[in-house]
């Protein structure tokens, strides 16, 4: 069964970079046809799709974060990231990290909370 655990601070400053780590255990990020996706959820609203990097390294990104957001991955770690630029209070959320396997299935990660304040 493949495990996603996502790392990173906790805490960041307006204006910085978010810097986010989803390590996976119980399956290689590119075995053909996996994604990877994060997710995130504000306080008091819904999920929100961010961006995927597929098993070859193809990103995709939700238009209204594409000019912040960048999706990579280190395959000799097993792990992708995730860098958001020039957070603001409203980048507030949980982080998730998850990943879409063949049939459909998906595994998430627990989830961190992210908080942009001075």
């Known amino acids: 069964q493949v495990q996603l655990q996502e790392s990173g601070p906790g805490l960041v400053k307006p204006s910085q970079t978010l810097s986010l780590t989803c390590t996976v255990s119980g399956g290689s990020i590119t075995t053909n046809y996996y994604s990877w996706t994060w997710i995130r959820q504000p306080p008091g609203k819904g999920l929100e799709w961010m961006g995927t990097i597929t098993y070859a390294g193809v990103t995709d990104y939700t238009p209204s974060l594409r000019s912040r957001t960048s999706i990579s991955r280190d395959t000799s770690k097993n792990q992708f990231s995730l860098q958001l630029s020039s957070v603001t209070p409203e980048d507030t959320a949980v982080y998730y990290c998850?990943?879409?396997?063949?049939?459909?299935?998906?595994?998430w990660g627990q989830g961190t909370q992210v908080t942009v304040s001075s």
């Open positions: 998850a990943g879409k396997f063949t049939g459909g299935k998906w595994s």
